[in-house]
T-cell receptor, first 114, second 114 residues
Framework: DTEVTQTPKHLVMGMTNKKSLKCEQHMGHRAMYWYKQKAKKPPELMFVYSYEKLSINESVPSRFSPECPNSSLLNLHLHALQPEDSALYLC?????????????FGEGSRLTVL | AQSVTQLDSQVPVFEEAPVELRCNYSSSVSVYLFWYVQYPNQGLQLLLKYLSGSTLVKSINGFEAEFNKSQTSFHLRKPSVHISDTAEYFCAVSGTGGGNKLTFGTGTQLKVEL
């Protein structure tokens, strides 16, 4: 069982909709991540939060808006998306802020934009 | 910056046969190296990692990888594969300076056949 929980597992939205993806971990990890993964491709880093503060934004379009309400929760707010944004969105967490440890991934939220 | 090359996009192999998945990296600084596995419709799971010390690292399910600094490689091997090993395998690298940025290779699809 994964210890990073993502909801919803599947989401279909129109280009004018506003929706949110949610991620939760209870491992006491201090870093949380959003990745985007297209079919047959590796995950691409979008955002990193360290100690609840945004530390990395990989030049992601503003139609994606991350939020970290507390150390256990990470949201990704979606607005005015394009069909090319359809992908698997993966949340991950790690104990610390350096890559000496393991990233724990959720099972992902599969997003389809019509 | 770091980069990772996985030359084999697909590796078909019969059950109980040995397998090697190749990974080469490029970096101007010292690195940490990882292999992640992604089963169908799931997130990624850490298979094994090299941080320092012994260059041969092993997973609990029989995989092993050897860090070869002179050849800038971190190939993954298993002496006898099982049907359940069918998955996508990603090699990943990060600089030892931290910064939360993990660079993934393009992935290798291991397909184990009877």
């Amino acid at each position: 069982d994964t210890e990073v929980t993502q909801t919803p597992k599947h989401l279909v939205m129109g280009m004018t909709n506003k929706k949110s993806l949610k991620c939760e971990q209870h491992m006491g990890h201090r870093a949380m991540y959003w990745y985007k993964q297209k079919a047959k491709k590796p995950p691409e880093l979008m955002f990193v939060y360290s100690y609840e503060k945004l530390s990395i934004n990989e030049s992601v379009p503003s139609r994606f808006s991350p939020e970290c309400p507390n150390s256990s929760l990470l949201n990704l707010h979606l607005h005015a998306l394009q069909p090319e944004d359809s992908a698997l969105y993966l949340c991950a967490s790690s104990e610390g802020t350096g890559y000496t440890g393991e990233l724990f991934f959720g099972e992902g939220s599969r997003l389809t934009v019509l | 910056a770091q980069s990772v090359t996985q030359l084999d996009s697909q590796v078909p192999v019969f059950e109980e046969a040995p397998v090697e998945l190749r990974c080469n990296y490029s970096s101007s600084v010292s690195v940490y190296l990882f292999w992640y596995v992604q089963y169908p419709n799931q997130g990624l799971q850490l298979l094994l990692k090299y941080l320092s010390g012994s260059t041969l690292v092993k997973s609990i399910n029989g995989f092993e990888a050897e860090f070869n600094k002179s050849q800038t490689s971190f190939h993954l091997r298993k002496p006898s594969v099982h049907i359940s090993d069918t998955a996508e395998y990603f090699c990943a690298v990060s600089g030892t300076g931290g910064g939360n940025k993990l660079t993934f290779g393009t992935g290798t699809q291991l397909k184990v056949e009877l």
